[in-house]
């Protein structure tokens, strides 16, 4: 393999899965449709490991995710080690189990950040979404929690077909749940999501109706709240910069302590990624195979590898290379110039016919049908 | 409604409560964190955040910069304002 000019940088965020449990149940969750058990959780002690080996190796922020974190009782002492260790420290939370204790707990141990879900601006449908009766309150509630803590909150409104109509009422709901910053994420399609895609995506009609108002929005309230948007890559010409790159900016530990280039690439069968049980996460980085393998521009296939975008862009998603074509290696389908461009116009097919009934993430083998285990919405 | 957020050079700017701006010794290099962000600064854009000090007003610090790089006040006012502008928005930058 030709040796590529530049050094490999040093990551910059560390996304922290703690664990796969969660209350909620959506059916985009970015976890793997292999959820891991409590059990096989990295404990307390490998967890402050890993965080002082990501400072030592250049992390600068850490993402505490899951699944729900707050399920991780010691939560609060792992933001604490990040913090001492130097890293700035987000929780990433449906706001399902915070109460003012361990609000207070996060805060003190030096917390930055807050990053609160929303499924919808209406409670039932949001309750419906998240597959949890009650979620909807529990959220402003928690929204408040960050408040009084005088942390700063981000709302992430994940939207798709089935809610994009109430984008309107989602803004206004932010503003008043006092968030700095709004992230209007159309969903992405991996593993759940992708599961779900004909009951998500939306139409292009839907599409641009959305981003005309998240525009208005963003002149409107520039100074108040920070409106970020993400588009999703169904009605793109040109692919995201997947994670600035593969193994460029970016790592993920999941709750067993497997490390990734990012939070889907337990989907790429075929492939083998290092355990921090076995090497430092410095090793890992440096040297893993995983992580070299889609690292900068050699592995490219046509026509990335002679496109005036290919560092821009990186050749987009290797997941969605992957989930589309069954081939990681290829331009990801988002790309109008890929020759697998194709795949999306007949996934576009799917938002002209009614939407499917949801399929919940949940561990059992058996998926269920939403219609069996949720309470209708009121 | 936008009219506190406006800067000029009467504007005394502070970093927001959880930005932090500092020196990472990995990348030998400044870095600017707050919520949802991660800047790395160029070599201008560090010069005047090095100023940001919840005293100085912009146009002081037009002026200390003006000192420092030899470099007319005019030349250097545009581009320091539209920078403080954008880090307000961004709520990175507070007044
Ligand atoms: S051909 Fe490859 S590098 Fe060029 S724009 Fe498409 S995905 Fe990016």
Redesign the pocket.
């Known amino acids: 393999m030709i040796a590529t000019s530049t050094a490999v940088e040093p990551p910059l965020a560390l996304l922290a899965e703690l664990t796969h449990r969660c209350p909620l149940r959506c059916p985009y969750c970015s976890n793997p449709l292999a959820l891991e058990r409590a059990g096989t959780e990295l404990d307390t002690a490998a967890w402050r490991r890993v965080l002082s080996e990501a400072a030592a190796l250049g992390v600068l922020q850490v993402h505490f995710s899951g699944g729900e974190p707050l399920a991780r009782r010691d939560l609060a002492s792992l933001v604490a080690h990040a913090a001492q260790a130097g890293l700035y420290g987000n929780l990433i939370t449906s706001g399902i189990g915070l109460d003012a204790a361990r609000m207070a707990a996060l805060a003190g141990a030096g917390l930055e950040h807050v990053q609160l879900s929303l499924q919808d601006s209406d409670p039932g449908q949001g309750d419906r979404v998240a597959g949890l009766a009650g979620a909807q309150a529990q959220k402003y509630r928690a929204a408040q929690l960050v408040r009084d803590a005088g942390l700063p909150l981000t709302v992430n409104a994940v939207v798709h077909r089935q809610n994009l109509g109430r984008l309107q009422d989602m803004i206004e709901l932010a503003l008043q749940l006092g968030a700095d910053r709004l992230e209007i994420a159309h969903v992405q399609y991996y593993g759940w999501a992708l599961k779900n895609r004909a009951a998500l995506l939306p139409s292009r009609e839907q599409l641009a109706q959305a981003t005309t108002l998240v525009e208005a929005a963003r002149v409107r309230l520039k100074g108040v709240m920070v409106i970020d948007y993400v588009v999703p890559d169904y009605y793109a010409r040109?692919?995201k910069a997947c994670m600035g790159g593969w193994g460029r900016r970016f790592l993920n530990v999941i709750p067993s302590g497997t490390v990734l280039p990012c939070h889907a690439a337990e989907t790429l069968s075929g492939m083998r990624f290092p355990n921090v049980g076995a090497a430092s996460l410095a090793e890992i980085w440096h040297n893993d195979p995983a992580f070299a393998r889609f690292r900068g521009t050699d592995w490219?296939p046509?026509?990335?590898?002679g496109?005036?975008?290919?560092?821009?862009?990186?050749?987009?998603c290797r997941c969605q290379a992957f989930a589309l074509t069954g081939d990681a290696a290829r331009?990801?389908p988002?790309?109008?110039?890929?020759p697998d461009h194709e795949l999306l116009a007949a996934a576009r097919t799917e938002t002209a016919l009614p939407a499917p009934e949801f399929v919940y993430r949940q561990h059992s083998a058996v998926v269920r049908r939403a219609s069996e285990h949720v309470s209708p919405a009121p | 409604m936008t009219g506190s957020t406006k800067v000029d050079g009467g504007s005394v700017l502070r970093f927001a409560a959880h930005a932090r701006f500092r020196f990472d010794e990995t990348r030998q290099a400044w870095v600017v964190l707050a919520p949802e962000r991660l800047l790395l600064p160029d070599e201008q854009a560090v010069a005047v955040l090095k100023l940001i000090d919840g005293v100085r007003d912009a146009d002081a610090i037009i002026d200390q910069l003006g000192r420092e790089y030899q470099a007319p006040r005019e030349v250097i006012a545009g581009d320091v304002l539209t920078m403080l502008q954008d880090l307000v928005d961004k709520k990175v930058l507070r007044q």
Do not use: N, Q, Y
């Open positions: 040109r692919p490219m046509d026509p990335c590898r496109c005036e975008r290919r560092e821009i862009d990186w050749g987009g331009t990801d988002a790309c109008a110039l890929s």
